[in-house]
């Protein structure tokens, strides 16, 4: 168990839980998160733990900036504490993250990031490493769940020796990798509560940043000469061809180097990758007389190198990005054709005398909305409502409505997007706009967006699809689920619509989106209102909630089917499938979870209630 306090003990444990283990043994007093694939399992772990360890203050907080001010309250308060988020997030966190490293933390502050190389989850491919060059505190890479463990332990520390935050970079591999932990102790105290006021370095003022600004300077400058004897910083000197690896991606190198049986190879494996130890790097460069720079995405290190070579007037050839990419993850096939490439003199021997093993070639396929997710029922709604309207749409379960045969998504750009846009398509076009967003990223950042359509009175009609949970990363709860962050009832749900008619929204609806012939009329009269924007909440609980997984499968009448397809071409559902034999479809009752949205949506009642099986 994650919580046990048994040094030595070896557990098998994904990196992410490696990130809350790691926490446990600083002594962690504050750990809060707004989920975000990759890293999702950080918040969801402390969420689990929190109760049975009673000894840290957990929260799902409705954005990552909210999130970041909590623990750097935490901090303030002599707490250790701890915020997680997906890179994306930084961006939503970006503003009191950049302000606060002038006055700087108290306790240690850690912010563990999931990057996503490849956008398995996500929209853009950013490098984390570029807030802590434009923030200047630190970054570390683990290269294994052992080291995610240990680093993050560290990392309290080295925070509260610069009075800096301290970014733990994972990418999606190394927080979805697992591997052996071997545990060390959790300490019985935590950090009493003490907050000292101090407004030069907690009130971040015009005049109180002009005083604090070179202290920043001068304390990012000791940081600089401490990562030099950094124990994260592993070199070893051998041959004239080098290489520079960041945390994971040393692992392909040396996967690289063993197949190939290179072993007269200088290699520098750097764990804290922003600051980087400046002179460790020259005494690399001067040893070799050719290095190759291994770093996903952005070229921050082989910039950084070649800069140092030039002050320094070190004649050596540097490669980076222009044999490796500066997209998409890496792995040790990229690593090892950028190795062979570089190499002054290709060896001799090959790895065993074959290839590299060729990854898995799976035949495509779309991602789909699960069978009875009530945001089908929605789409289709809007779309039978008026096909020619405009769709901003927002980040979640729903935003996979673009996916044909919907194609209820034209526009998707960042988490509250879909409000901010679509109010200013009302303005600029004749069309008629459906802006839909989910209940969690409505708390996350489209309240302000909400204020704003308002305010300026556009005609947008706003769908908030609720299906009370924050469903994609992994049903969390948010504030209008009825759940607090630890799971327990509460009594007062933060309701969507009341904050609407709060505000002075005059069309407010509240729909069951399973009831599609109802939802089509509520969306048609919502188009004819033009007076400011309109909000529908369309409230149907995810599918895959405890509760709601499993019904009696509807079944079908196949002397009164026409043979129209609608149900299988146009609303889509996998549960439904068509026979080309029979001329019908079949339902897979597997997938079916009787909702009987399909019901409403068959023109001829082939689509009828099930019976128990």
Known sequence: MLLDNKPGLVELLMGNQAVVRGALEAGVGVACTYPGTPASEIGDTFAKYSIAANSYYWEYATNEKVAFETALAGSWSNLRSIVSMKHVGIN?????????????????????????PSCFSSQNEQDSRNYARFGM?????????????????DAFALSESF????????????????????YGPIPEQRNEVVFTKDKLHKAVLPSHAYQLHPDLIARFQSLRDFICDSPWTRMSLKGPFG???????????????????????SFLHLGITYPLPEKSLLTFIQHCDTVLVVEELDPITEETLKRIAFDNNVQVKIHGKDVLPSTYEFNTRIIHDAIMNTLPKTPTISFKGESLP???????????????????????????ADPKGIYPSDIGCYTLGIQPPLNAVDTCVCMGASIGVGSA???????NVFATIGDSTFFHT??????????NKSNVNIILVDNSITAMTGQQPNPSCGLNSVFEKIETPIYPEKIAEAMGVQFIRVINPLKIKESIEVFKEAAAFKD???????????????GFQKKTPVSIDTKACIGCKICTSKFSCPALIWDETTKHPIVDHDLCNGCEACIEVCPSGAIVEGKEQ
Not at 108 to 115: E, H, N, P, S, Y
Not at 171 to 180: K, P, Q, V
Not at 360 to 382: E, N, Q
Not at 534 to 543: D, E, G, H, N, Q
């Open 243 to 265: 290489i520079i690896a960041n945390g994971l991606t040393g692992n392909y190198v040396k996967e690289s180097l063993h197949y190939e049986n290179l072993e007269d190879i």
């Open 532 to 546: 400011g924007p309109s909000f529908i909440v369309s409230r149907a609980p995810c599918c895959m909630l405890k």
């Open 446 to 455: 489209g309240l302000p967006a909400l204020v704003n359509a308002l305010w």
């Open 137 to 153: 505190f630190p970054c570390m890479e683990p290269s294994s769940p052992q080291e995610t463990k240990d680093m993050v332990k």
């Open 163 to 182: 009075r800096l935050p301290v970014m733990i970079r994972q990418t999606t591999r190394s927080a979805h990798c697992s591997g052996n932990v071997e």
């Open 425 to 431: 398509l009302a303005h600029f076009n004749k069309e």
């Open 92 to 116: 939503v966190a970006a503003d009191a993250l950049l302000s606060m490293t002038y006055g700087g933390s108290v306790a240690g502050l850690v912010l563990a990031v999931g990057d996503d």
């Open 358 to 384: 060729e990854a898995s070639k799976m035949p495509p396929r779309f991602p789909v909305l699960c069978p009875g997710c009530p945001h089908r029922s929605t789409f289709y709604a809007i779309r039978k």
